[in-house]
């Protein structure tokens, strides 16, 4: 039969209860925090290597968010996190950016569209694939509807352009931060 | 009672989902698929187990007026540690079900076995218990969402019969979940009457 519903026992009971748990999960916790840590960067990791070419080392620039990938010294291009609004809540990219200014490709680290509608924007072959070597020097960066050269995924316009419009501010970003290395050598002689 | 009818009863007679209708949140929201219903399962299992087992063994020091709150630590404190384990070693089940994983905690089957069963039973026979309704509840998500994969998306485990193309769609959604969730209920209730 349970102990009487006195107060040094109620003490005794929750604070022991509390101690306990508490303890097992400060261990817990010490013990998983490394792993997580490896399986979250591994999927950063993962999605930059989708979205650029192949790179040996990748910088992390902290306060812009963004990843520069390098192959030896030479830059080979940077992933940039980009989300806008869509259907049914941000969608979150990836998108790899080489230093000419084209976009190598895209990738959704999350998104929260409707199933089988706007969803397909991280499935549908042929939505992605369009931004694959996209050149926003060549190509209008808006969906076909609004008179741009992105093909809409049928029946999800609204995710489309929420999609377009992130690849959009990646590029702002790139811009913004003067990454666009065309010129690169021409640049550092005019600095001497 | 024996173990092993234990166990049957959380899996036909006793049957979480079909039955007691406990935990419908988890139920209706998780089983788009077979294997997030699987899964689902299989973390609740998990968290009814142990919380069963720790609760039937404590009871006796618990005082009545504070059995509950000492409950839910402890369900609370397994709830957590399967979070941080999905987190750490199954980072993309993780992601399917993160949200709610910790919803666990409230879930009405847990916390209904520990205060109905668990602390005026044996930690085997609560043992027991737990992986029966563990089980029931695991099977019930898994047909639920092979059910819904099968209409919704025309897959089953992830297999793709219908070659890319679209499935039902409203299946995947909240109301194909009511549909399929209600005619499973009545199927399983009619079986179950005629034995």
């Not at chain 2, 092993?4 to 989902?17: A, S, W």
Request: hydrophobic share 45%.
């Amino acid at each position: 039969m349970a102990v009487k519903s006195n107060l040094s026992n109620m003490v005794l009971a929750l604070g022991m209860s509390c101690l306990f748990c508490s303890a097992m999960l400060g261990g817990a916790y010490a013990l998983t925090k490394e792993p997580i840590e490896k399986a979250q960067a591994e999927k950063t990791k993962g999605a930059i290597s989708q979205v650029l070419p192949h790179f040996e080392t990748l910088e992390y620039v902290e306060d812009q968010h963004y990843y520069t990938a390098l192959d030896g010294d030479k830059v080979v291009g940077y992933a940039i996190e980009s989300s806008a609004m869509g259907f049914g809540g941000n969608i979150n990219l990836m998108v790899g950016i080489t230093p000419d200014g084209v976009v190598y490709n895209t990738s959704v680290l999350s998104h929260s569209e409707t199933p089988g509608l706007g969803a397909k924007c991280n499935t549908d072959t042929k939505f992605m694939d369009q931004w694959k070597g996209f050149d926003p020097s060549v190509k209008q960066l808006s969906v076909k509807k609004d008179g741009g050269d992105v093909d809409a995924i049928t029946a999800s316009t609204i995710t489309s352009r929420a999609y377009t419009q992130a690849v959009v501010n990646a590029l702002q970003v790139f811009n913004e931060l003067g990454l666009n290395k065309t010129n690169d050598d021409k640049e550092e002689v005019d600095h001497e | 009672m024996s173990k092993f009818k234990l166990i049957t009863d959380g899996l036909v007679k006793n049957n979480p989902t079909f039955v007691l209708l406990l935990g419908m949140c988890p139920t209706l929201a998780t089983t788009t698929s077979a294997i997030n219903g699987l899964s689902m399962g299989l973390a609740t299992l998990f968290v009814l187990v142990m919380s069963n087992m720790v609760i039937s063994a404590i009871s006796p020091k618990v005082p009545d007026k504070v059995h509950i709150p000492v409950y839910i630590v402890v369900i609370a404190t397994f709830v957590t540690l399967l979070q941080l384990l999905m987190q750490a070693y199954t980072p993309a089940m993780y992601e399917t079900l993160g949200l709610f994983i910790p919803l666990i905690v409230v879930n009405c089957i847990v916390l209904g076995r520990a205060e109905a069963f668990a602390n005026k039973h044996g930690v085997i026979e609560s043992a027991c218990d737990g992986i029966g309704v563990g089980l029931g509840f695991t099977a019930s998500l898994t047909v639920l969402g092979l059910v819904r994969e099968i209409l919704g998306s025309g897959s089953a485990f992830g297999y793709n019969f219908i070659g890319g193309h679209d499935g039902m769609l409203a299946f995947v959604m909240a109301p194909g979940a009511f549909l399929c969730l209600g005619y499973l209920m009545v199927l399983f209730n009619k079986f179950l009457k005629k034995n």
